[in-house]
């Protein structure tokens, strides 16, 4: 007996049936500002870094982070930013750091340290730096921010 | 400060449950679909009654204080209400009497309304029916709150109106809905959440900050504020006034049930096993501390042997992980490249206990948190709560004394 059945797509038959952009509020900006953003930002923690400050870096490039459908490029380059705070912190001083941010911000990063783990070996990916960080990370916002960052639809 | 009661109801996970208005009585679902009512003698609960008409595992019970009927929600798609008479025999027996829901998917929670003559089943079909009695007929008839809930309605809350119901969904909103039936309820004045409320007015709809299902909705005493808890480790506190949302993120795994004490503080309990005290204001809300306090709990709980020499709170940095013998085993066994198993006892096999046992009272998920006893002032001055793992226990509403200690109690969560 054939399982084709069985990959047929039954919601198409459902007029009620609930669509993914209804589980949350998309963002307002669109994708062509969205990008514009991140670029922006990119330069922006690039001369925070010369100038050491990795904390400000980190609160720039974490607030307002892309999501949703529509921005994958924007997404790809923020990622990036954020490699090039977390390759070039020194480990001893993230404690710190992260005690700095503010929470909706250890959320965010939470989501990047993940999506960093999901590829690995890619360009500057390095997974013992993004185990380190989310060590840390974890000693200081505990479980629930593992757990935010696997129901928060929102995805970077 | 008095340890808490603990009763280890069965060796299966309690449902939920409600106590009788006196408290003598106590009526849980081991996880079947039969009711067992149980009366206190002493220190203990004795099975006294069974209540037994629905097919399939029963979801949520309510007993209504003033009028003594039992209301029962079961995956069955029926709702029950039980009453009690004299039987032929001159004993007395509960009598069940059927519900029309009129809905196509598992009821998953029942609330009797503060006047007793209405009550709210939630449902997964989209659904929450509002049930009333309808005396010419003599069944319970439902009217149906649909729009605009997208998924599962989880639970349901009364406000002290008997108007509004509160919802918390699975598509992570909470929403509070106007439940007027105008042959039941005279007019409500006007409150905080609106003025004219025809059935199924929507006062107010709010999401949770990152995305979780509302696991828990509850009003405060007064009505005025709303607090519910959703799947992502948040418990958020509504003023309609404001419009202010107070979110506050938590260190630790998600809550699944929380209720209010008093107009500025609440319990909020669910899979960190440990019922949490939070309090607050429309100017913010934080986490008091844990009611499972170490000392008071001692003689019940294993004592700890791992890493964690402070209170339980101490230790939740890491939420429910730090909490964990087994954990705590192997961190030791990674950071410091020792086991902790003394020779003699293989790591496995051995002292069965003990190994994976929590530091906290309840061992497993904590699925209802509900008041227990109202102190003369008129705030909750014990909870209750069953779990998972067959406990009920009865918990004071206070953090252990010594202000000292509370600092370093919280020096682990995270706060905002």
């Known amino acids: 007996m054939s399982a084709n059945f069985r990959k047929i797509d039954i919601d198409q038959y459902d007029e009620d049936t609930l669509l993914e952009t209804e589980l949350y509020d998309l963002d307002p900006r669109d994708p062509a500002t969205v990008l514009a953003d991140s670029k922006q930002k990119q330069s922006a923690v690039r001369s925070a870094l010369a100038k050491g400050d990795i904390g400000s870096a980190l609160v720039t490039v974490l607030d307002g982070a892309p999501y949703g459908p529509n921005v994958e490029e924007a997404k790809a380059l923020t990622l990036q930013t954020l490699l090039l705070i977390l390759n070039s912190t020194k480990s001893t001083d993230v404690p710190a750091l992260l005690r700095a941010l503010p929470a909706e911000a250890h959320d965010t990063l939470m989501k990047y340290l993940y999506k960093g783990m999901a590829m690995p070996g890619t360009g500057e990916v390095s997974g013992s730096v993004l185990l380190s960080w989310h060590e840390k990370l974890t000693e200081v916002a505990g479980t629930g921010c593992i757990v935010r960052v696997m129901t928060d639809r929102r995805t970077v | ?416």
Not at chain 2, 48 to 57: A, F, G, I, P
Not at chain 2, 279 to 293: T, V, Y
């Open chain 2, 1 to 416: 400060m008095a340890a808490p009661e603990v009763f280890t109801i069965a060796q299966v996970p309690l449902t939920a449950h409600a106590f009788n208005a006196d408290r003598s009585k106590l009526i849980t679902s081991l996880n079947t679909n039969e009711a067992q009512i149980y009366g206190r003698q002493g220190n203990e609960w004795k099975p006294e009654v069974t209540l037994s008409e629905h097919d399939k595992l029963i979801t949520s019970i309510d007993w209504a204080p003033n009028s003594n009927r039992i209301v029962t929600a079961s995956q069955d798609r029926n709702a029950y209400v039980w009453s009690q008479t004299t039987g032929a025999d001159g004993n007395s027996v509960w009598k069940p009497t059927l519900v029309l829901l009129r809905i196509n998917r598992a009821a998953t929670y029942v609330r009797w309304s503060p006047k007793e003559d209405k009550f709210a089943v939630a449902s997964g079909a989209r659904a929450i029916a509002v049930c009333s009695f309808d005396a010419d007929n003599d069944w319970w008839v439902s009217r149906l709150l649909k729009k605009p809930i997208r998924s599962t309605v989880l639970s349901v809350d009364w406000h002290p109106n008997n108007v509004l119901l509160a919802a918390g969904t699975a598509d992570m909103k909470a929403r509070v809905f106007s439940a007027y039936i105008k042959d039941v309820d005279s007019r409500p004045s006007p409150s905080v959440w609106g003025e004219k409320l025809p059935f199924n007015t929507i006062c107010g709809e709010y999401a949770s900050p990152a995305g979780g299902w509302v696991h828990s909705v509850a009003f405060s005493p007064s009505g005025d504020v709303l607090a519910f808890a959703s799947h992502d480790s948040t418990i958020s506190i509504v003023y309609p006034g404001g419009p202010a949302v107070i979110t506050v993120r938590n260190s630790t795994l998600p809550y699944v049930s929380l209720t209010w004490t008093s107009e500025d503080a609440l319990v909020a309990a669910g899979h960190d096993c440990q019922p949490v005290l939070f309090s607050g204001s429309a100017e913010g809300w934080k986490a008091i501390g844990s009611l499972d306090d170490a000392k008071s709990g001692a003689p019940l709980t294993p004592v700890s042997t791992g890493s964690s020499s402070g209170g339980r709170f101490a230790s939740a940095g890491v939420g429910r992980l730090g909490t964990n013998e087994a954990f705590a085993r192997f961190r030791n066994a990674d950071t410091l490249g020792k086991s902790s198993a003394t020779p003699g006892s293989p790591v496995s096999g051995g002292d069965s206990s003990g190994d994976t046992e929590l530091m906290t009272v309840h061992q497993n998920t904590i699925t209802s948190v509900r008041p227990y006893e109202i102190s003369a002032n008129g705030n909750v001055a014990k909870v209750s709560t069953s779990g998972v793992d067959g406990k009920l226990v009865i918990w004071n509403v206070s953090v252990p004394a010594g202000t000292g200690g509370l600092s370093s109690r919280l020096g682990g969560m995270h706060l905002r």
